[in-house]
């Protein structure tokens, strides 16, 4: 099915760890972001991309790492875990051209670091 | 600086009562997306509607309405007849045009809006 895929579904982490997010998406969409949700706070915008080898920084970017080397893939890379980090993930891809949908959004990663 | 507020955190009705939802934006750019999404309590994020800065057109989606007013920076969120399974959080987003900042989209706080039967 055509769609934005994020693995792992769930992850426990120890402080000091690193891993990567992995966000797949088979739309051939230029636009790629990631958001952290916690409590209260919405989503915030970590790093986005707005097409193959070109990412910025959003809101929250400290202790996170993007690149951006296919259209179709945007991993990203926390780069030594920390318990403030514990949070849902979600990555989302957009059509540049598009002007009447929504961003696609992925079933979300949660990452608990302890 | 971009920013979307969502002043109500929590919103209660029973069912069949007539809900509104407030966003109140703040951009600097003259072309602009504004989003709505639903987040039941299963987690995804369900996109709802997409409105164009260029366009002030209000939109009626069976039960489901939106009012964009620019003058007041706002695009309110109504649902009348509320049911049980509109029981979610509700997110209101904003995107601006410059190709550089495509892919990047600011929520507000979200409204975890609960219908009781």
């Known amino acids: 099915n055509a769609g934005v895929t994020q693995t792992p579904k769930f992850q426990v982490l120890k402080t000091g760890q690193s891993m990567t997010l992995q966000c797949a998406q088979d739309?051939?969409?230029?636009?790629m972001s990631w958001y952290r949700q916690d409590p209260g706070m919405g989503l915030r915008l970590i790093h986005y991309?707005?097409?193959?080898?070109?990412?910025d920084q959003g809101e929250v970017p400290n202790g996170y790492n993007v690149s951006r080397s296919t259209t179709e893939d945007f991993p990203l890379r926390l780069l030594s875990a920390a318990p403030s980090q514990t949070s849902v993930y979600f990555c989302?891809?957009?059509?540049?051209?598009?002007?009447?949908?929504?961003?696609?959004f992925g079933s979300g990663t949660r990452l608990t670091v302890v | 600086a971009q920013k979307v507020t969502q002043a109500q955190t929590e919103i209660s009705v029973v069912e069949k009562e007539d809900v509104t939802l407030d966003c109140v934006y703040e951009?600097?750019?003259?072309?602009?997306?504004l989003f709505w999404y639903k987040q039941p309590p299963s987690g995804e994020l369900v996109f709802l509607i997409r409105?164009?800065?260029?366009?002030?057109q209000n939109e009626i989606s069976g039960r489901y309405s939106w009012n964009f007013q620019k003058s007041t920076s706002s695009f309110n969120f109504t649902i009348t007849a509320s049911q049980v399974v509109d029981s979610a959080v509700y997110f209101c987003?904003?995107?601006?045009?410059?190709?550089?900042?495509?892919?990047?989209?600011?929520f507000g706080q979200g409204t975890e809006l609960s219908v009781k039967p």
């Open positions: 989302a891809s957009s059509d540049r051209a598009d002007r009447v949908n929504g961003y696609t």
């Open positions: 739309m051939n969409h230029e636009y």
């Open positions: 991309s707005v097409g193959a080898g070109i990412t």
């Open positions: 951009t600097r750019d003259t072309t602009y997306y």
């Open positions: 409105r164009n800065s260029f366009d002030e």
């Open positions: 987003a904003l995107s601006e045009e410059p190709y550089n900042q495509g892919g990047k989209l600011i």
